[in-house]
């Protein structure tokens, strides 16, 4: 017997509206008509075999856009049943990426689902294949701590890409001979040499990039790298660039954080929060934590670049996730750089809230005891900082042409996610691969 799906509720919705794929519509019976479904669409997603020859026999075409989405996706779930059926009666190239080129198979080794990754290989995936940074699938499972997904990408002839982040000593080292000069004895490397480093392994970033995380890694302030400070600092220059960013923006008490709470319940997003990132990178006592705490310390301001490149090494942790940043940008200076450093963000969540509201939500919060900075003044220092940078961030965004999606969050929790819901609503029948 075929699964019985239930109806769509809001949870699709939601998860349509941050892009989480047309996969999740894959679930439900809809009507051809209305999305571009057609009989032969809805008899692979059941696995009626019989029904399928006969529709195929009869000339019946595939109509729904999003077959190899649904087959990504379900590789990334584990969901055996659903590939193998995809592959067998649909549409399907079993190394078709998505926008990022990761194909199936780098995702299901990313999640370390192990019988998925042996029935891909066996099915003829590329196990060398490389998604936009250059990973392969095996760079995923090593990222991920999956030693028997790696095995068997092994077997299969599958090898990582030269430019890891999991690259050793020996050959950082090697690289820093071949790219680094002698300055006053000391080997070393400036901004310019890193760019050749980063051309010689394949990483095409620009000056600009190159220049900014050059700030991060000139820890002495020099002008050069030495060697002690490009093995700490590797992986900001030859881990790749982030994708997959979303915004959730606004003012101080206007419900960013339970937002998110729900997205990442019911959607399978990762929430970064900037203050938190800060200090769990001071207590893993990392090298850029120790940078962040030493400037702290000081009594010195965190720069946008390094605070991206905080973000940006965080987000390597998740290969292929969505990452929700919850208040963040703080200012347009944050904007550019998460541009630069991590490329455009996908979307832009901005819950907007009149200031006598976010000042009850603050002091009430203050009241309970959640936040020890939730007083009236602080309160009202944090909603001027808001409004002064505020404004412009979301104007470089738009001016990026980032997707801004506006929420009333003068209303409930529950409301502010019912407005989500019912965009995503309006917006599934524009879904197109």
């Not at 529709?55 to 055996?80: N, R, V, W």
């Not at 991060?216 to 020099?222: E, G, I, L, Y």
């Not at 936040?371 to 979301?394: C, P, V």
């Amino acid at each position: 017997m075929s699964r019985i799906h239930p109806p769509t509720d809001c949870l699709g919705a939601t998860r349509f509206i941050l892009g989480a794929s047309t996969s999740f519509l894959k679930r439900h019976t809809y009507p051809s008509t209305q999305f571009t479904g057609s009989p032969l669409d809805d008899a692979v997603r059941h696995r009626h075999s019989p029904v399928i020859q006969l529709l195929k026999q009869s000339g019946a075409l595939f109509g729904s856009p999003s077959q190899s989405t649904c087959f990504i996706t379900a590789a990334a779930e584990g969901d055996l049943e659903e590939v193998q059926g995809l592959l067998e009666y649909g549409n399907v190239d079993v190394n078709r990426g998505d926008y990022d080129k990761r194909t199936a198979l780098h995702l299901a080794a990313g999640e370390g689902k192990t019988a998925m990754v042996e029935y891909l290989c066996q099915r003829g995936a590329d196990v060398n294949a490389q998604d936009r940074w250059g990973n392969r699938p095996i760079d995923d499972a090593r990222a991920n701590n999956h030693d028997a997904c790696i095995d068997i990408l092994k077997k299969y002839g599958g090898k990582g890409s030269t430019t890891n982040s999991i690259m050793g000593k020996e050959a950082l080292l090697d690289l820093m001979h071949q790219y680094g000069k002698i300055r006053n004895g000391v080997l070393s490397m400036d901004w310019q040499d890193v760019k050749d480093l980063l051309i010689g392994v394949g990483e095409d970033s620009s000056d600009e990039v190159v220049q900014k995380l050059f700030q991060v890694a000139d820890v002495k302030h020099n002008g050069v790298i030495d060697t002690e400070e490009f093995l700490e600092h590797h992986e900001i220059f030859l881990g790749g660039r982030p994708a997959r960013i979303i915004l959730v923006v606004g003012g101080p008490g206007s419900g960013k954080g339970r937002l998110c709470e729900r997205l990442v319940k019911e959607c399978g997003v990762v929430h970064l929060s900037s203050g938190d990132l800060l200090r769990q990178e001071v207590a893993k006592g990392t090298a850029l934590g120790r940078q962040v705490e030493g400037i702290m310390k000081s009594g010195g301001l965190v720069s946008s670049a390094l605070m991206v490149t905080l973000m940006k090494a965080r987000m390597r942790d998740h290969p292929g996730k969505r990452i929700l940043l919850d208040g963040f940008p703080r200012s347009q200076e944050n904007a550019r750089d998460l541009v630069t450093l991590c490329g455009k963000p996908e979307l832009a969540l901005h819950i907007t809230c009149d200031d006598t509201v976010l000042l009850e939500r603050i002091l009430n919060r203050g009241k309970s005891g959640a936040r020890a900075d939730d007083n009236f003044h602080t309160a009202l220092e944090r909603i001027r900082t808001y409004h002064k940078y505020g404004q412009l961030t979301m104007e470089f965004l738009r001016e990026e042409h980032v997707p801004v999606v506006y929420l009333d969050g003068e209303q409930t929790a529950e409301g502010v996610y019912g407005q989500l819901c019912a965009v995503g609503r309006l917006m599934r029948s524009a879904v197109r691969l």
